[in-house]
């Protein structure tokens, strides 16, 4: 069972529009959230978070939305730029019940075009 | 320079053979992972640690076996048993409250 879902594999943008990599998942006792940033044959980077008594988090170009009623978060990046183009995780956590792991999701490979 | 080192980054096993991916962290956390990476399957865990001489398995602890006798050392053991252990293989770390680093990661393949 999937808890952690991002239903779009891929995606593409113009260099400088707006991408919005969607996530959603399915246990309501997920508290924290994470994006990370992956590229070919490297690990995953630390992108930005969000904790669950906030529905909005921003990072320079980066803004995390979360939405608890519908069990969805997105990440934003405006304006996209090339080097935007890589693999996006999102990942979720139960912090309160004391575990350190995280559920990540399946990824969606962002592609922004110049 | 805090980091989390994974060796070697490319691998090439026979089939039949075990082999041991490396995974050491100097920045002194307490938890550290295991994930496996396949094409449009995301990452999928192996086993994690919370604390030194304990670790519980994952969702794939299945052909995989792991050792935590020192806080910054994980290896990952891939036995002859893992049925398609060709992968990119992902360590990471952990403190409470926080975040993963990740490592490099190691890609396996099987000849």
């Known amino acids: 069972d999937q808890q952690v879902k991002q239903n779009s594999p891929s995606l593409s943008v113009q260099e400088g529009r707006i991408s919005i990599l969607n996530c959603d998942y399915t246990?309501?006792?997920?508290?924290?959230f994470l994006w990370y940033k992956k590229y070919p044959a490297e690990g995953p980077t630390f992108l930005i978070s969000i904790s669950s008594i906030k529905d909005k988090n921003e990072d320079g170009r980066f803004t995390v939305f979360l939405n608890k009623s519908a069990k969805h978060l997105s990440l934003h990046i405006v304006p996209s730029q090339p080097g935007d183009s890589a693999v996006y995780f999102c990942a979720a956590s139960r912090r309160a019940s004391g575990t350190y792991k995280y559920i990540f999701g399946t990824g969606t490979r962002l592609k922004v075009l110049a | 320079d805090g980091g989390i080192t994974q060796s070697p980054k490319y691998l090439f096993r026979k089939e039949g053979q075990n082999v041991t991916l490396s995974c050491e962290q100097n920045?002194?956390?307490?938890?550290m992972y295991w994930y496996r990476q396949d094409p449009g399957q995301g990452l999928r865990l192996i086993y994690y640690s919370q604390i030194v001489n304990d670790f519980q398995k994952g969702d794939i602890a299945e052909g995989y076996s792991v050792s935590r006798e020192k806080k910054e050392s994980f290896p990952l053991t891939v036995t002859s048993a893992q049925k398609n252990p060709t992968a990119f293989y992902l360590c990471?770390?952990?403190?409470?409250?926080?975040?993963?680093?990740f490592g490099s990661g190691t890609r396996l393949t099987v000849v």
């Open positions: 920045l002194n956390h307490d938890a």
């Open positions: 990471a770390s952990s403190i409470w409250r926080e975040g993963y680093t």
């Open positions: 246990n309501s006792m997920f508290d924290y």
